[in-house]
């Protein structure tokens, strides 16, 4: 099995509905994204999945979120947009793209900072 990842980065904003903290104030992060792709083949060329795929489908989903008060986003209309629901967002759209019988996103990773994150997956 082979596992590749990458990881970007985007700046937004949010506050936590119904939290009792100081998280429920607007501030913001700049957010860790670390996206995990699972393939048991390689190509012709020895390649499981191309970083290049990889890189732009994630960078189309986070021109979305990019410098956004995430609160304001459809997305986020009946949820907070915490740590945990932005991994499973990213992971369900980019799984849509990138998933192809071949290779498959194994998980995603969102971080609001060096030491604190969360992780989704399937």
Known sequence: MFELDITREFSGAHSLR???????????HNWIIQVFVQSE??????????????????????????????????????????SENLARYIYKRLSAAVNDGKAKVSKVRVCESLTSGASYYE
Request: aromatic share 8%; glycine share 8%; hydrophobic share 30%.
């Open 41 to 82: 083949e390689l190509d012709e060329v020895g390649i499981a999945v191309d970083f290049k795929v990889l890189k732009k489908e994630l960078n189309s989903i986070l021109e979305e979120l990019d410098h956004k008060y995430l609160n304001d986003l459809e997305i986020f209309k009946d949820c907070n947009p915490t």
């Open 18 to 28: 119904g939290y009792n903290g100081d998280c429920k104030c607007l501030h913001g």
